[in-house]
């Protein structure tokens, strides 16, 4: 189901390319938009069990740019799923990378590999925050 058609009647390339809230019509998700989203969000992590349907469903976010709404449902996930813990945080990592916050990022990662995370794929992702933070500063 391509959800953000479903629900702005926009495809979801046209969606992806605006992942901001604005009152400036077309230059990002209105107020009404982002509402009806986060609705949307909510309604998702409250009708199903599943915690792969939750799981997609925050990585659509991720895919889409929506990044707030990302953290939200992992965030989400990791207290009703605990065993997705260490999975829910190395993506609330990535959200905080493509966000620009990279410390944030790293922290993410840090407790991700504590919990049980891939160590290789952590130590690469934190070596990549590492160095896009080097270049911001």
């Known amino acids: 189901m391509n959800f ?4 702005f009647g926009k495809s979801k390339t ?3 390319a605006y992942g901001f809230v604005s009152e400036t019509p077309g230059k ?17 992590l409250t009708s199903t069990n599943d915690v792969h349907t939750k ?3 925050a990585a659509r976010l991720m895919t889409s740019q929506q990044y707030e709404l990302c953290i939200q449902a ?7 799923h ?3 813990r260490a999975t ?8 905080h990378f493509f ?17 049980g995370e891939d160590a290789d794929m952590m130590a690469d992702n934190i070596a990549e925050a590492e160095e896009a933070l080097a270049k911001k500063r």
């Open 74 to 80: 992992y965030e989400k996930i990791a207290e009703d």
């Open 4 to 7: 953000l058609k479903n629900l």
């Open 28 to 44: 990002g998700l209105s107020p009404e938009e982002a509402s009806a989203l986060q609705e949307q969000l909510q309604s998702v």
């Open 82 to 84: 605990p065993e997705e």
């Open 88 to 95: 829910c945080e190395s993506q609330i990592g990535v959200a």
């Open 99 to 115: 966000l620009g916050d990279y410390e944030k990022a790293i922290q993410f990662y840090k407790q991700a590999l504590e919990h």
């Open 55 to 57: 799981i997609n469903y």
């Open 14 to 16: 046209e969606q992806a």
